[in-house]
């Protein structure tokens, strides 16, 4: 009987071991692809929570239209512990749902703000940036289709350190990127790369591009 006892004990811790483990693991980052908060975050808020009569600062109800504003409703690194995440993922008939009297937010922006809590709810993040893992993966997502060894659009390779490093110690790297004027705005045809890559590879020059 005893030994059944034991046994039984012992399931049981084992048992609250495994669950406080996916408790934990739910609350931990998956995946590397960091969430830009200005160019992905805020906008999802501005346009949903930004509505005359709601979060504009007006009124009642607080802002919700700059990092600081959001930052008093998360707890970095912890979405089911954040008030933001707890009352977007609210029961839609519940008096804490938001947004109030709109549809739930699409799943993809859901994913994305909890993202965004579970990597520390940061802003303009351009810490720990690295040629290999931050700048490389850069250029290689937005430009090396055009200015690659084989097909080097005007005459510009941007594959791998010393290519890349040629081009910012020029001056055009961050002129065409940032679509200053008498500048040719890359990437070519496409959107503006999001201000998180535009200041990581900025911090990245200004710290002296380092081949890391």
Known sequence: MKLIKIFALAGLALGGIMLASCEHESEQVHGTT????????????????????????????????TYNDLLR???PGQ???SKLHKVLTANQISSQFMP???????KKYMDLISLWILQGAKDLDTSN????????????????????VSMPSGGIILTDYTTIKECAVSGRL???????PDYSAMPQGADKLCDCNIAEITNWINIGMPNN
């Open 73 to 75: 409703l998360v707890v």
């Open 34 to 65: 960091k969430v830009c908060f200005p160019s992905e975050v805020l906008p999802i808020m501005v346009s949903n929570c930004n509505m005359s009569g709601c979060h504009t600062g007006g009124g009642e109800l607080p802002a919700l239209s």
């Open 100 to 106: 109030a009297g709109a549809d739930p937010l699409p």
């Open 129 to 148: 940036v690295q040629f290999t893992a931050t700048i490389l993966p850069i250029f290689k997502a937005n430009c090396e289709r055009c200015h690659n």
């Open 79 to 81: 979405p089911s512990k």
């Open 174 to 180: 961050l002129g065409t990127i940032q679509h200053l």
